[in-house]
Nanobody
Framework: VQLQASGGGLVQPGGSLRLSCAAS????????IGWFRQAPGKERDFVVG????????YYGDSVEGRFTASRDNTKNTLYLQMNSLKPEDTAVYFC????????????????WGQGTLVTVSS
């Protein structure tokens, strides 16, 4: 089982980044997907979740209207388009998979990627 996140980097405030997460080793379309982030010294926070079909997405309050998540079940890949980035978005971003229905709670996810660092700074 593998979730390989990529696309992180350094971006100026107001800029954009697109993260990807390639999944393998499990039946991808049987799993709900979540993006989470963790800043230094802080807990892992929910960013966005996507149902198995991709038909519904759920966004955290701090990213609503700026981030857009999607999944391509034909490619076993997730995407997170991040626009209007702010310094407070700086964190390691993780993708995670949970068998069955979506949940906001990170402890209920079965598989985790290694994370990709996003730094928003001028």
């Amino acid at each position: 089982v593998q979730l390989q996140a990529s696309g992180g980097g350094l971006v100026q405030p107001g800029g954009s980044l697109r993260l990807s997460c390639a999944a393998s080793g499990f039946p991808f379309d049987d799993y709900a997907i979540g993006w989470f982030r963790q800043a230094p010294g802080k807990e892992r926070d929910f960013v966005v979740g996507i149902t198995r079909s991709g038909g519904r997405t759920y966004y955290g309050d701090s990213v609503e209207g700026r981030f857009t998540a999607s999944r391509d079940n034909t490619k076993n890949t997730l995407y997170l388009q991040m626009n209007s980035l702010k310094p407070e978005d700086t964190a390691v971003y993780f993708c995670a998979a949970r068998y069955g229905v979506f949940t906001f709670r990170p402890v209920q996810y079965d598989y985790w990627g290694q994370g990709t660092l996003v730094t928003v700074s001028s």
